[in-house]
């Protein structure tokens, strides 16, 4: 088929579908109708299209232009469209030009079918005839057939009598042929050969053509489902390292793929405005539920450091395929709000190169600033301009009760937890009042990478280095001021940690497998660490409803973190006992002692009375009172409305976040870089030439 969809196009002429003549009508509005037509031999139904579709002599003078050489010169029929009276709109403009287009395009390209198709072989030995010239009476317009003595000769409906002519044989009529409306009538020629054929020569016996059974079942094989059993979950196989665009169809693929667990946003865009993507994996994408935690994986901050990049992609591949058969991967998505950030850095990323090893090219944004020494310090003074990835992430981190992250880099293998830095910037351990929290939660990913728990990462470049058990403190190591997982740590309610996936910042694509094997446990357990500690509501004893933003206090550690909008909380904890206090503006505040085991979370809800202060006429009492409004569920809001609207092809590939618009001028390396993606994405449908 691909042959046929190449070289062949629309006659010009045929009936139109609804939307191509409105189209075309409105797109040639300003030209007057030709009183007189001269056409092609083909161009029988022009005159009753009423002027909508002009003929290219009476539209303009085109010496030499490209429909007719493919007419004249060649057997496919070539017509050109004529989109828009606006040659450059506005980009938000192209949304609506798509919408004009769409069904328009996709029947033209069915048009490929209509007419006549069908062999032409030679009656003794039945192999195929190239080159033989198909006739048909009344059109002075040839085609001929192809290798396999295929041909496809493109007709509007009507009774036909078509010739077969070849050299050597004697023509064959077949007379009073029927072409209806839709597919190709199917007719196939056996030609005698002549009585004066020369002997075929030893050439054209040994190059015996193909049967033409390989051409008719040319069928496009899908991807054969893989084998899913509970014990053995489908692991990734898109191994290869993502550009933006590649990823950005990656990540569209799954959106659209898995709609019921996933959802693709934004959290803002780079300097060179590509845009933040994140996508959410949850069994309720787009809602916070009550209760239950927030979770991100934040990848490709220093923009050469690629391999968490490609392991939060093998992980949303991973997720989304074992959602509902493995029991692992169904519990985490239905306990756990996923967020996830392949890249912060796309920009940086664009510029480094494959086999960088401990390099800096691409580390920093595109304005040359290092994002991890781009947030707010709490001993230093950050002198560099806040960069629109850093506000971005930020921002992100105030719009969702995330309680644990993890922020994926490269150049070495160790776990690094909070304080990234001490008060005198020098290498000692710097610790956070959680510092037994950190440790744990570094463990739990240290612990399931056997090199990284080994300790002794990195010897060719670093051999004096020694991580016990594959952790270490961030300033003991060496001072980060400026860095994300203390300003997470100190201006949310988040807890995150830094993870040094390998010493190789961009390895060879072949290696990635091996980064997936020696990471997939280490991935899926760390998550897993959201359900540690305390977690539960605090709610009002007068009406039960949450209070948003009260106060979790645990006695001797100075790290109070509050509640989300229905008063929900989680207090990540190590084993022990506990005396939690819960606070709010308003209320009497009620403590409570919590034994914490060495496995899951504790529910612990605290029902708080309001104080009896006297209340004015007509005054409310100060309240903590939960945010009515989410933006949050205004978008899924919206998300729905648009996933449930009749939107056909674009579902397969653009439709998205709205705030992601698939609608934009591509210039030339984004626009190589799309279809390239488009090809890596869809192997089995699509081949890229050049
Ligand atoms: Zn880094």
């Not at 489908?234 to 996933?262: G, K």
């Amino acid at each position: 088929m691909t042959r046929v969809l190449r070289s062949a196009a629309c006659l010009p002429g045929v009936e139109l579908g609804r939307e191509q003549k409105h189209a075309i009508g409105l797109l040639c509005c300003e030209k007057s109708e030709p009183a007189a037509l001269k056409g092609s031999p083909d161009a029988q139904g022009v005159g009753q299209s009423k002027g909508r579709i002009l003929l290219g002599r009476a539209a303009s003078e085109l010496e030499s232009g490209m429909q007719d050489y493919n007419y004249v010169w060649a057997d496919c029929f070539e017509i050109t469209l004529e989109l828009s009276c606006c040659k450059y709109p506005l980009t938000s403009e192209l949304e609506q030009e798509w919408e004009n287009n769409r069904e328009s395009l996709l029947s033209f390209i069915e048009k490929v079918h209509i007419g006549v198709k069908g062999f032409v072989r030679d009656a003794v030995t039945k192999a195929g005839l190239e080159n033989t010239t198909i006739v048909v009476a009344g059109i002075a317009h040839n085609i001929t057939a192809g290798k396999y003595g295929d041909y496809h000769r493109l007709l509007v409906p009507g009774t036909y009598n078509v010739t077969a002519v070849a050299v050597g044989y004697t023509p064959l009529t077949r007379e009073n042929i029927e072409v209806k409306e839709g597919d190709a009538t199917e007719v196939d020629f056996f030609l005698q050969p002549a009585v004066m054929a020369p002997a075929p020569n030893l050439t054209q016996l040994t190059a015996a053509p193909a049967p033409a059974s390989t051409v008719a079942s040319t069928v496009v094989q899908a991807e054969a489902p893989s084998p899913t059993s509970l014990h053995q979950p489908v692991q990734p196989v898109d191994f290869r390292h993502h550009h933006f665009s590649d990823m950005e169809i990656f990540l569209r693929r799954y959106a659209n793929e898995y709609p019921n667990i996933t959802r693709l946003y934004s959290a803002g865009k780079s300097v060179e405005l590509r845009e933040l993507y994140v996508m959410e994996i949850s069994d309720n994408p787009g809602v916070h539920e009550a209760g239950e935690p927030e979770f991100k994986y934040i990848g490709n901050m220093h923009g050469n450091e690629v391999v968490g990049r490609e392991l939060l992609l093998n992980l949303i591949e991973y997720l989304c395929k074992n959602f509902g058969t493995d029991p692992e991967v169904t519990d985490l998505v239905r306990s756990t709000r996923i967020h996830i950030m392949p890249s912060m850095n796309p920009d940086g990323y664009e510029k480094s190169q494959e086999g960088d090893r401990g390099g800096t090219v691409g580390r920093n944004n595109s304005n040359n600033y290092d994002l991890n020494r781009n947030f707010p310090d709490q001993f230093f003074q950050v002198t560099d301009p806040p960069q629109p990835e850093t506000l971005a992430v930020m921002s992100w981190l105030k719009t969702y009760p995330f309680v644990l992250s993890a922020n994926l880099h490269g150049g070495s293998l160790v776990v690094n937890y909070p304080y990234d830095d001490d008060e005198q910037g020098m290498a000692i351990y710097s610790k956070s009042p959680d510092d037994a929290v950190f440790q744990q939660l570094a463990l739990s990913y240290s612990k399931e990478n056997k090199m990284m728990y080994q300790g002794s990462p990195c010897k060719d470049m670093y051999p004096n280095e020694y991580f016990p058990h594959g952790i270490t403190n961030g300033a003991q190591w060496y001072n980060v001021p400026g860095g994300m997982q203390d300003w997470n740590y100190l201006n949310t309610n988040c807890f995150e940690v830094t993870i040094e996936l390998g010493c190789v910042k961009y390895p060879d694509a072949e290696e990635l497998p091996k980064y997936w094997e020696q990471n997939r446990r280490s991935l899926l357990q760390f998550m897993k660490q959201v359900h540690r500690g305390v977690w539960g509501f605090v709610l009002d004893a007068t009406d039960g409803r949450g209070i948003l933003n009260a106060t979790i206090s645990v006695a001797e550690i100075n790290h109070p973190v509050t509640t989300y909008k229905d008063g929900d909380y989680w207090r990540l904890l190590v084993q022990g006992t506990y005396k939690i206090t819960a606070s709010a503006r308003g209320y009497n505040p009620v403590t409570k002692t919590v034994a914490v085991d060495s496995e899951g979370a504790v529910q612990v809800n605290f029902t708080l009375k309001r104080t009896d202060a006297k209340v004015e006429e007509g005054k409310a009492p100060v309240l903590n009172t939960p945010d009515t409004s989410d933006p949050n569920e205004k978008e899924f809001e919206t998300l729905i409305k648009d996933l449930s609207a009749e939107n056909g092809v674009e579902r397969l590939l653009l439709s998205s976040s709205g705030k992601v618009s698939p609608y934009r001028y591509r210039p030339y390396k984004d626009l190589s870089e799309f279809l390239r993606g488009l090809y890596l994405n869809y192997p089995h449908i699509t081949n890229l030439s050049r």
